[in-house]
């Protein structure tokens, strides 16, 4: 099993062959993909919508807890967002800018 080191840099995106989207009949988020569909929780839609590629780590962290006027989600966002790499849902780059990985580490 790979281990996950997330920094504040680390710039998560949705994975690819995914889309993120509203679904109205739902009354939620979902994620897409070819062979069906994940209904996602309030939750783990609020982390994903934030997932561009564009947004670190740590201004997902700072802007979640804005928005739901709450303190210390970094350890909950980085531990979902393990859980969605795991699954194929998100990919990262690291740092600022640089090498781009599907963020699997050798343990």
């Not at 928005?67 to 970094?74: D, H, V, W, Y």
Request: glycine share 14%; charged share 25%; net charge negative.
């Amino acid at each position: 099993m790979s281990s996950l080191n997330l920094s504040d840099n680390t710039r998560p995106s949705i994975g690819r062959g995914f889309r993120l989207q509203w679904e109205p009949a739902q009354n939620a988020h979902v994620l897409l993909y070819p062979e069906g569909m994940v209904k996602l929780n309030m939750a783990a839609g609020e982390i994903l919508k934030r997932c561009t590629g564009e947004l670190t780590l740590g201004e997902i962290v700072i802007d979640l807890e804005r928005a739901f006027a709450r303190t210390g989600l970094q350890d909950d966002v980085t531990g979902f967002l393990g859980i969605a790499h795991e699954k194929g849902w998100v990919d990262w780059e690291e740092g600022d800018g640089g090498d781009v990985s599907d963020g699997r580490w050798e343990s």
